[in-house]
T-cell receptor, first 114, second 115 residues
Framework: GAVVSQHPSRVICKSGTSVKIECRSL??????MFWYRQFPKQSLMLMAT?????????EQGVEKDKFLINHASLTLSTLTVTSAHPEDSSFYIC??????????FGSGTRLTVV | DQQVKQNSPSLSVQEGRISILNCDYT??????FLWYKKYPAEGPTFLIS?????DKNEDGRFTVFLNKSAKHLSLHIVPSQPGDSAVYFC??????????????FGTGTRLTIIP
């Protein structure tokens, strides 16, 4: 089946630094990739949708300059949290889509900003 | 505005019995629904889905029921097994643009199967 690799699985960074999270579709080309954020005991909230070769579409309330998304190829999307602050600490999950074949999720990244 | 709701944050069920997880939605544009299972610190894993043209879909121990008029769906797991203990999310989207459109998730229900 379709596999999406996300890494790192955990990252701890200092406040003010930037962190890059990678999401790769291993055995298929992902026409669309999604980035979600999950707060403790809460739902998965969509942050942005990216299509290869075009700019990401951000959800309302998500700062595009803070959460930089790059979907440079059909198998790779990256989320960069810039100038991270403790309130950015969260669990980030990517999802890749093969179109009508459905959605596959990565294993998530636990970001802790200290 | 929570368009997909799972009103039970947790549920405990005896092993071997039936687990019933419920989900309600408010957006009439949703016409495709999915259930995901999630372990801590992992991404969601797809379980089963249903289109709004159906009222039931079955896959092994998992059955999803959809009541479109009530905007309600439920996931039945029978018999429940200890490995089913996880958080279950229902999600909704539009079938017309499936794959290119975002999933809207519920808040999740933590299922615990008691041996």
């Amino acid at each position: 089946g379709a596999v999406v690799s996300q890494h790192p699985s955990r990252v701890i960074c200092k406040s003010g630094t930037s962190v890059k999270i990678e999401c790769r579709s291993l055995d298929f080309q992902a026409t669309t990739m999604f980035w979600y954020r999950q707060f403790p005991k809460q739902s998965l909230m969509l942050m942005a949708t990216s299509n290869e070769g075009s700019k990401a579409t951000y959800e309302q309330g998500v700062e595009k300059d803070k959460f930089l998304i790059n979907h440079a190829s059909l198998t790779l999307s990256t989320l960069t949290v810039t100038s991270a602050h403790p309130e950015d600490s969260s669990f980030y999950i990517c999802s890749a889509s093969q179109g009508s074949d459905g959605y596959t999720f990565g294993s998530g990244t636990r970001l802790t900003v200290v | 505005d929570q368009q997909v709701k799972q009103n039970s944050p947790s549920l405990s069920v005896q092993e071997g019995r039936i687990s019933i997880l419920n989900c309600d939605y408010t957006n009439s544009m949703f016409d495709y629904f999915l259930w995901y299972k999630k372990y801590p610190a992992e991404g969601p894993t797809f379980l089963i889905s249903i289109s709004s043209i159906k009222d039931k879909n079955e896959d092994g121990r998992f059955t999803v029921f959809l009541n479109k008029s009530a905007k309600h769906l439920s996931l039945h797991i029978v018999p429940s097994q200890p490995g089913d203990s996880a958080v279950y999310f229902c999600a909704a989207t539009g079938i017309s643009n499936f794959g290119n459109e975002k999933l809207t998730f519920g808040t999740g229900t933590r299922l615990t199967i008691i041996p």
